[in-house]
């Protein structure tokens, strides 16, 4: 069975930093795109980055510049590092890990910027 954990979230200040990561347990193969998505209160869901394979990226307009998604694909694993955030990044972040037919998802880290 496939588990993805979160780690990473909490409370900062604005303009502070946070480093999100999320690593898959279990037998888990081929996974094309891993990805960070979130959920603001009384918001949908928006994807926030993406990165394939190869390495390419792809994030929303409102944290280009801010934030950077990487991978490591040794250790089925994903980070998000989270840099001058404001209060409207204040959401819950999941992972998701794109494996063609099977997709699978994180349970949700809490990122609060308040000061």
């Known amino acids: 069975q496939v588990q993805l954990v979160e780690s990473g979230g909490g409370l900062v200040q604005p303009g502070g930093s946070l480093r999100l990561s999320c690593v898959a347990s279990g037998n888990i193969f081929d996974i094309i795109n891993m990805g960070w998505y979130r959920r603001a209160p009384g918001k949908e869901r928006e994807l926030v980055a993406t990165?394939?394979?190869?390495?390419?990226?792809n994030y929303v307009d409102s944290v280009k510049g801010r934030f950077t998604i990487s991978r490591d694909n040794a250790r089925n694993t994903v980070y998000l590092q989270l840099n001058s955030l404001k209060p409207e990044d204040t959401a819950v972040y999941y992972c998701?890990?794109?494996?063609?037919?099977?997709?699978?998802w994180g349970q949700g880290t809490q990122v609060t910027v308040s000061s």
């Open positions: 998701n890990f794109d494996a063609g037919p099977r997709n699978y």
């Open positions: 990165v394939t394979r190869s390495g390419s990226t």
